[in-house]
């Protein structure tokens, strides 16, 4: 199957804290967790992204925790800060002959100051 | 600026008409994808072209069609427009046929397309 599923479907924390956004997966051909980064009236872009072979990756204040036994992958923002208000996307790719992203439904992030 | 480019950022149309949007991927970039984005389903894989040839194809309805030209640049049309075709409609552009770990898709800001 091809679908990634995504939670919390909103989320609201203040500044300072660690919203972690959690998603998961079923097919076991995915190799590639890229997580997306969307503001109002922008398109999607690119924060961070990880593969099945590590289990932690950081960029910054993004942290991606990748799960492979039990797949799923979750995003934690260390520090929140009200200019990370935005919607998050997961998605993931096979590779193998699917060169698409198949995303998660979106977590909207609120950073109250 | 993500230095892919979508045409027109709006379009109102009407129900059975036929619309074009259209993308200028980023300079280099061979690959493009196309991608719609409703509030219920998110956002949904439609087609990649890679240098002018058709490489994948997700869940694009037959009244829509692609192509990439010459230059890279790429249109979608959308024909016999249904109210349910109302949408962003993304395009991205990547270097080569898949995504690599740290640069992924570069997306547009998209054409919000509404059928009335």
């Known amino acids: 199957q091809q679908q990634v599923k995504q939670s919390p479907q909103s989320l609201i924390v203040q500044k300072g804290g660690i919203p972690i956004i959690n998603c998961a997966y079923e097919n076991t051909a995915f190799d590639y967790f890229p997580w997306y980064q969307q503001f109002p009236g922008k398109g999607p872009a690119l924060l961070i992204a990880i593969r099945p072979d590590v289990s932690e990756k950081k960029e910054g204040r993004f942290t991606i925790s990748f799960n492979k036994s039990a797949k799923q992958f979750s995003l934690h923002i260390m520090d929140s800060q009200p200019g990370d208000s935005a919607t998050y996307f997961c998605a993931a790719n096979s590779g193998a002959g699917s060169y698409q992203l198949t995303f998660g439904k979106g977590t909207k992030l609120s950073v109250i100051p | 600026d993500s230095g892919v480019t979508q045409t027109p950022k709006h379009l109102i149309t009407a129900t059975g008409q036929r619309v074009t949007l259209r993308c200028s991927p980023r300079s280099g970039d061979l690959s493009v994808y196309w991608y719609q984005q409703s509030l219920d389903q998110g956002l949904q894989f439609l087609i990649q072209y890679y240098n002018g040839e058709e490489r994948a194809k997700g869940n694009i309805l037959e009244r829509f069609s692609a192509q990439q030209f010459p230059d890279l640049h790429s249109e979608l049309n959308l024909s016999s427009l249904e109210l349910g075709d109302s949408a962003l409609y993304f395009c991205?552009?990547?270097?080569?046929?898949?995504?690599?770990?740290?640069?992924?898709?570069?997306f547009g800001s998209g054409t919000r397309l509404t059928v009335v």
């Open positions: 991205a552009s990547s270097i080569g046929l898949r995504t690599g770990d740290n640069y992924g898709y570069t």
